[in-house]
């Protein structure tokens, strides 16, 4: 059975940082795709950054430059390292990993930007 499980949101103010974990479980592996989405109420959920399965990493624009994906296959854990937070970064934040057959996403965490 595959588990996805985020940790490390929460309030930070603007200009600060927070770094997002997530740990995976079973039939889950680095060659496949794996990443950060986003989702505010009423918008589509957008990609921040991801693992593609050609070994590149994609960033949305807006991020480039703040945001840094990493993993560590050791532990099954993906991180999101989040620099000058803005309050457009508020969202729901979710964990996608995928196998040769299906995707997972984890249950969203949420990231407020306020003063």
């Known amino acids: 059975q595959v588990q996805v499980v985020e940790s490390g949101g929460g309030l930070v103010q603007p200009g600060g940082s927070l770094r997002l974990s997530c740990v995976t479980s079973g039939n889950i592996f680095s060659i496949y795709p794996m990443g950060w989405y986003r989702q505010v109420p009423g918008k589509r959920r957008e990609l921040v950054a991801l693992?593609?399965?050609?070994?590149?990493?994609n960033y949305l624009v807006s991020v480039k430059g703040r945001f840094t994906i990493s993993r560590d296959s050791a532990t099954n854990t993906m991180y999101l390292q989040m620099n000058s937070l803005q309050p457009e970064d508020t969202a729901v934040y979710y964990c996608?990993?995928?196998?040769?057959?299906?995707?997972?996403w984890g249950q969203g965490i949420q990231v407020t930007v306020s003063s």
């Open positions: 996608y990993a995928s196998n040769a057959k299906y995707g997972y």
């Open positions: 693992f593609a399965d050609d070994g590149s990493i």
